[in-house]
């Protein structure tokens, strides 16, 4: 045993693991890089960086087959040689501060990318000049919600998350009256109005609703940069006397759809995913400042009034390009805006690790000037004790 | 003589210097001068006329000189007045530079028609306009990266056949034979009670101006309201037609109108009163616009950039010389040249800082223009420390070599853009922008000294072990050099990313180009540390990094996605294309067994 765990370690604290693994890594960012053309920026993060290992899918065969190591891969085995070079190898001396310190940035700098893969949400938060919003929605993934609006001042929200209508089953749920079982779901698909000709083999109708003049025409999943799935579902709701009829929700109809049921008003509506905040934004105003004669966007500002749900914070922010609000752990961007500039986007991304980038880059730049700053000294000293001056 | 070489040398590139800043001739009697250093406004930019007629000229036809059909060498201000002022003479003139067979084709052109082979006139290419519009607008419904080079073509000579007529609708009522007249009847037409025919002049007249308006190409006429970049200019068109329907004379309006009168007339005296009551009037509003005006005509006369390029050029060639004889005269000489070629491109590149009022790097052109400089700025250290005629050699080289890419890329328009929102942000130009474009100087060095190595191993005897320790130190150093700045650069793009979209790294081409280069430079660092490679051997991998930081500077521009792409550009393509084919030439000459060395036996 004694052996291998030797020869194991001899391995990993090697340097020319961490050559190896460098050019490997500058081939895998290469090879990304020119794939983004084909694939777009998404699909390229996971097929290359998120991921354990590269597949190439034989066209012909449909069989994918393992070619390159993935960034995971890559990344750990990067950070493995780098811990085991320090713990075995590098005694700490103080010629070698600089170089402690800028591996240790480096480790930290990976540490970090890993906990963003892990914790970084992303969502945006959309709102028209005057409105008021305590949620931001996910860009892609969608939930379905069933509203009871019976009551005018309050309303009872079920959310049914999106994998559970791609998984199928029938679900009953004890603030609903009846159950939702859904017939058909498509990850994207488009709603179109129904032409004379029935619909597409083996895709369900709906009988009630807004989508008894609509069609849905499943489309492949697409993972363009400009492009977005739009899912639809068709959903039968079953009451105690038997199917209340098939309903079609789609991300592309926004309109909640109402219906009545044993005196209760219900809206039903597929919409993106919701994350509420605990506390509120108002826009107050947004601009966007184009250079004169010229339609070059200049700047684009959101004035927002920010109320927090205890009521400690009730402020104005003004939210701009380069300058972004934290607040609650969540940090707000101006990423957008929309009809005619009287509707701001904002990007709204949680990442608790968001700090451990500014720590690592500190390090890094200190620990190399350290480095290269002591090299250049000694080099210096040497020539000086070497070659006389030329007077 | 061998003594005072460098002092000559020293004497002689300033007195060249000095030159550059004469001003240039005209027509006689016209203060072409005072006209070009009137301020406009033009894509968000207060700029002068002498800066619209030279990327005009650029755009139009690849270069600033234009000779006549008389045979008259124009400079650009005469050119640009011509323009405006008496288009009908201006039709002649064969600016249009036209090099696609199938496009001269298209126009019923033949190569033999054109001024040297390649450029033409409005007048001949007028009768197939149409032809040519309708031909850009299908080439244009077709998606930038699938277009075929005729389809590349029509639109190009499109967009400057576009180009010149917006030109000649910015300042002149289009078909009018008397500008100051014309425009000075409006008040006329703006009293009540017009009878028909006024009622009709008066119409036609509002018809030409709003066309002028729509389409006139800069803007003349300030606001009084506003302030610095966020005051609002108008179109002569747009002013005039305002001072018609207010049946008032707007004298921002008729000394323009006044101005092309006097040019067409040929009075010079009125022309040069004119051009000074427009300087007095822009002042009183905005006094920036004409001292930035002003500073800036005097800085493209100047053209220090392109004096920077025939003494980067000598240089080097004493550089070289200096090896083979005369060693220090000669070395000393090149040093001197290389540093007055910088301080010619430090003026000139502290001159856009000013006139930008952003730090030195703002887009692709500052960058090419930064990467040279830090370059030689490096060159002039290491040949302060080694004495060996390195530095002015690869200063050289790399100086001249981003001046020509500068060059390429200013022939797309006015080099000095408005910053796009997320871009305006001077903290993270200058800090993010700055330290990157340094760590490409420093990479592209290291590969340039190797390149010095290679040659001089392979092809000469002059690689003695003296200089061949010194290249690989220096090489070393440099390396370590950028791979601080190319590491303290990437990470402090991902802060800014954080900043803006919040999200520290996205994997987007330019931010993946710069982690290649940063991932190389570890790995050369590592594989040297390993001993896996040696001095040779490190050499090879430094020319290699000329290749890698070429890809991140021009290659992810072109892969036409992502956040920093700025356009497609094909024709940079073929070029990244040779210089990569190139470098591996030399990575293979590096790569010859040692004994083919010709200094093999100077060990």
């Known amino acids: 045993m004694k052996p291998f765990l030797e020869s194991l370690k001899v391995f990993f604290v090697s340097l020319r693991l961490t050559v190896v693994l460098l050019i490997l890594s500058m081939l895998l960012v290469f090879v990304a890089t020119l794939d983004q053309v084909n694939l777009g920026i998404w699909a390229v993060q996971e097929k290359f960086f998120r991921s354990w290992v590269v597949y190439w899918t034989w066209p012909k065969l449909g069989l994918a087959i393992p070619v390159f190591p993935g960034g995971y891969l890559l990344g750990g085995l990067l950070l493995i040689n780098l811990i085991c070079a320090h713990v075995f190898r590098l005694s700490f001396t103080w010629r070698k501060v600089g170089l402690q310190l800028a591996h240790g940035g480096l480790i930290l700098l990976l540490i970090g990318e890993l906990l963003t893969g892990i914790w970084q949400r992303e969502s945006f938060l959309r709102m028209d000049q005057g409105e008021t919003k305590s949620y931001s929605e996910a860009y892609t993934a969608v939930e379905l919600a069933l509203v009871d609006v019976t009551d005018a001042s309050e309303d009872q929200v079920v959310v049914l998350p999106e994998e559970w209508l791609a998984r199928r089953p029938v679900t009953q749920h004890p603030a609903l009256p009846f159950r939702v079982a859904v017939k058909a779901y498509f990850p994207n698909a488009s709603v179109e109005r129904r032409r004379g000709a029935g619909p597409a083999a083996g895709v369900p109708t709906a009988t009630q609703g807004a989508g008894v003049q609509l069609a849905v025409n499943p489309l492949p999943i697409t993972y363009h940069r400009n492009e977005r799935n739009t899912p639809a579902a068709l959903l039968e709701l079953i009451g105690t006397e038997g199917s209340l009829g098939t309903w079609m929700v789609s991300i592309q109809l926004t309109e909640p759809q109402r219906l009545a049921y044993q005196g209760r008003a219900w809206e039903i509506v597929l919409r993106p995913k919701r994350t509420y905040h605990p506390f509120s934004l108002t826009l107050l105003r947004f601009s966007h400042d184009k250079y004169p004669g010229t339609e070059i966007p200049r700047n684009f500002s959101s004035r927002v009034r920010l109320r927090s749900a205890d009521g400690r914070d009730d402020r104005e922010v003004t939210i701009l390009m380069n300058s972004p609000l934290r607040h609650e752990g969540l940090t707000l961007y101006q990423a957008g805006f929309d009809n005619n500039d009287t509707t701001t986007i904002l990007q709204v991304v949680r990442n608790p690790s968001w700090l451990l980038p500014y720590v690592s880059c500190a390090m890094l730049f200190a620990g190399l000037m350290v480095e290269f700053g002591l090299s250049l000294a000694a080099h210096l000293r040497r020539r000086r004790a070497r070659i006389p001056q030329p007077a | ?603």
């Open chain 2, 1 to 603: 003589m061998k003594r005072y070489l460098p002092l000559i040398v020293l004497v002689l590139a300033l007195v060249y210097l000095g030159t550059t800043f004469r001003e240039p001739h005209g027509r006689v009697g016209f203060d072409l001068g005072s006209f070009g250093r009137i301020p406009i406004l033009l894509n968000g930019r207060i700029k002068p006329l002498d800066t619209v007629a030279r990327t005009s000229l650029l755009s139009l036809q690849g270069r600033q000189r234009l000779v006549t059909p008389e045979g008259r060498s124009l400079a650009p201000g005469e050119w640009l007045a011509e323009v405006l002022y008496q288009p009908e003479k201006a039709d002649t003139y064969r600016h249009f530079l036209i090099e696609n067979a199938e496009v001269l084709d298209l126009l019923g052109l033949r190569p033999e028609e054109g001024d040297g082979g390649k450029r033409f006139s409005y007048a001949q290419v007028r009768a197939r306009a149409p032809e040519l519009e309708r031909q850009g607008r299908l080439a244009e419904e077709t998606e930038a990266q699938l277009r075929s080079p005729f389809q590349r073509q029509v639109i190009t000579v499109r967009n400057r056949v576009v180009l010149y007529l917006r030109l000649k609708a910015t300042l002149l009522l289009p078909d009018t034979t008397d500008p100051a007249g014309e425009i000075a009847a409006m008040t006329g037409l703006a009293r009540p009670g017009l009878d028909a025919t006024e009622q009709r002049a008066r119409e036609a007249l509002a018809n030409r101006l709003t066309y002028m308006d729509r389409f006139g190409y800069f803007r003349v006429v300030p606001r009084t309201q506003g302030e610095g970049a966020l005051r609002e200019w108008d179109t002569f068109g747009a002013a005039a037609l305002a001072a018609l329907q207010a049946g008032r004379e707007s004298r921002g309006v008729s000394a323009h109108a006044e101005l092309a009168a006097a040019w067409r007339t040929g009075d010079g005296d009125r022309f040069n009163a004119l051009t000074q009551e427009l300087h007095r009037m822009i002042e009183a509003i905005d006094p920036v616009a004409l001292r930035k005006g002003d500073f800036e005509t005097r800085f493209n006369a100047a053209a220090p950039f392109s004096s920077s390029m025939g003494l980067y050029v000598l240089a080097f060639l004493l550089g070289v010389a200096s090896w083979l004889g005369w060693t220090e005269p000669l070395r000393r000489s090149a040093f001197v040249l290389l540093a007055v070629a910088f301080a010619a491109s430090t003026l000139g590149i502290a001159a856009r800082m000013w006139l930008e009022g952003r730090p030195p790097v703002t887009n692709l052109y500052s960058s090419a223009l930064f990467v040279g400089w830090g370059a030689v700025l490096l060159c002039l250290v290491l040949e302060r420390m080694y004495r060996n005629a390195v530095g002015p050699v690869a200063g050289g080289m790399i100086g001249l070599a981003t001046l020509v890419i500068a060059h390429h890329l200013s022939l797309s328009g006015d080099t000095m853009e408005m910053m796009r929102a997320v871009l305006d942000s001077n903290f993270w130009l200058a800090t993010h922008v700055v330290v990157i474009t340094v760590g490409y100087s420093a990479m592209f060095l290291a590969g340039f000294l190797a390149i010095i190595y290679v040659v001089r191993g392979v092809l000469t005897s002059s690689l003695d072990r003296g200089t061949r320790d010194a290249l690989y130190r220096m090489v070393y150093g440099v390396v370590c050099f950028a791979t601080l700045f190319n590491l303290t650069g990437t990470v402090l793009g991902g802060i800014w990313a954080d900043q803006s979209w919040g999200r520290f790294w996205g994997w987007d081409p330019k931010e993946n180009g710069a982690l290649i280069i940063v991932i190389w430079s570890a790995v050369m660092l590592h594989a040297r540390l390993a001993g896996m490679v040696r001095e040779r051997g490190f050499m090879g991998m430094a020319v290699f990094g000329n290749i890698v930081t070429s890809w991140s500077w021009f290659g992810t521009n072109m892969l036409g996605v992502g956040l920093h792409s700025y356009g497609f550009m094909d024709a940079a393509f073929y070029a990244l294309v040779s210089f990569v084919v190139s470098q591996l030439v030399i990575i293979a000459l590096c790569l010859l067994p040692e004994a083919k060395w010709r200094s093999a036996d100077s060990r």
